[in-house]
């Protein structure tokens, strides 16, 4: 079976990559994830200067997935600039930098400077990290998402991408799309971020996990599953022409095909790839080709978005 993917323009080999913030901060975990068999790489969310991020223990791991309030630790956008830079692009697995400026000024100037840089990177914004003590996430304010993407469709004169937050109201997807429809460069739509500011408790301890934000996090893994292909499938029926990215709650072969069955393009991988390592992409592909081997299907086209309802 064929796990390829053609989208923006190019095609890439598989479907799988890793979500933003997990095995990418560093170049040696951009490098193993593009040694693996993930079909693509995308940077941790850049701000313009280095940030350090919240203090430990700010990721904590249960039995149904993960909580974090990790406060955008990075390296600075330029150092995710200089790591495009030298991307070896012939290697056909595209490179996505995810950028979340502590202001729209900030992520304008990244934009700028991406564009100015002239590199076939394609930027994912973020406008939903949860876990900065004292900021909202952009992607539930309206007003404000208007804005910041009138903006960007100034700063940067290619395709992008965004990264939402998930939403829990039809209205709210509805809202959300008609803002979203207004962009024809606006390419993709990741979805999901982490279930912002959940609480994980330890009995024993009588204590909270993580220590940022008293305890508040955003949660994935299993926890998300159902949320993130709630917001994949309306977003695919509300984005006609867009692209969807699935994001949540995949750690097997089946989570990847629910997820492109509700109507992903490509789908990422977080809290799985966190606790497994690179070598989940192999894995997660060889299961998600045996199922559609045993249904019959060819290729991702065959079911994309073919999901039925009674
Ligand atoms: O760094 C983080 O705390 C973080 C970010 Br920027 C994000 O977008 N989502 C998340 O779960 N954590």
């Known amino acids: 079976?064929?796990?390829?993917?053609?989208?923006?323009?190019?095609?890439?080999?598989?479907?799988?990559?890793?979500?933003?913030?997990?095995?990418?901060?560093?170049?040696?975990?951009?490098?193993?994830?593009?040694?693996?068999?993930?079909?693509?790489?995308?940077?941790?969310?850049?701000?313009?200067?280095?940030?350090?991020?919240?203090?430990?223990?700010?990721?904590?791991?249960?039995?149904?997935?993960?909580?974090?309030?990790?406060?955008?630790?990075?390296?600075?956008?330029?150092?995710y600039l200089d790591y495009a830079r030298r991307y070896d692009y012939a290697c056909g697995k595209p490179l996505f930098l995810s950028l979340s400026g502590m202001t729209l000024e900030d992520n304008l100037t990244m934009l700028r400077t991406l564009a100015a840089a002239g590199l076939p990177a394609i930027p994912?914004?973020?406008?939903?990290?949860?876990?900065?003590?004292?900021?909202?996430?952009?992607?539930?304010?309206?007003?404000?998402?208007?804005?910041?993407?009138?903006?960007?469709?100034?700063?940067?004169?290619?395709?992008?991408?965004?990264?939402?937050?998930?939403?829990?109201?039809q209205a709210h997807f509805a809202a959300m799309a008609e803002i979203l429809n207004r962009h024809p460069r606006l390419a993709f739509v990741t979805c999901i971020n982490s279930i912002g500011n959940g609480l994980v408790v330890d009995i024993d301890s009588e204590a909270v996990a993580i220590k940022p934000k008293d305890g508040l996090g955003g949660l994935g893994g299993d926890y998300v599953l159902p949320t993130a292909l709630a917001n994949v499938r309306e977003f695919y029926r509300l984005l006609p022409g867009k692209d969807i990215v699935g994001c949540g709650g995949v750690r097997s072969g089946r989570e990847a095909f629910m997820h492109i069955l509700a109507g992903a393009r490509a789908v990422q991988v977080g809290t799985c790839l966190y606790h497994e390592g690179p070598a989940a992409f192999a894995r997660i592909a060889a299961e998600l080709?045996?199922?559609?081997?045993?249904?019959?299907?060819?290729?991702?086209?065959?079911?994309?978005?073919?999901?039925?309802?009674?």
């Open 1 to 79: 079976v064929d796990l390829s993917v053609t989208w923006l323009g190019r095609t890439m080999p598989g479907c799988l990559y890793n979500a933003s913030g997990v095995w990418c901060r560093e170049e040696d975990e951009l490098e193993a994830v593009r040694a693996s068999a993930a079909a693509a790489l995308i940077s941790k969310s850049a701000t313009l200067a280095p940030r350090e991020g919240n203090p430990e223990p700010r990721y904590h791991r249960t039995a149904l997935g993960s909580i974090n309030s990790m406060g955008l630790p990075n390296r600075g956008f330029a150092y």
């Open 124 to 169: 994912e914004i973020n406008l939903s990290c949860p876990n900065v003590p004292g900021k909202p996430q952009l992607g539930y304010d309206f007003v404000a998402t208007t804005e910041a993407l009138n903006a960007f469709d100034q700063a940067w004169p290619g395709r992008y991408g965004v990264k939402l937050p998930p939403y829990f109201d």
């Open 289 to 310: 080709a045996e199922l559609m081997q045993a249904k019959g299907y060819r290729k991702l086209d065959d079911f994309r978005g073919r999901l039925r309802t009674l």
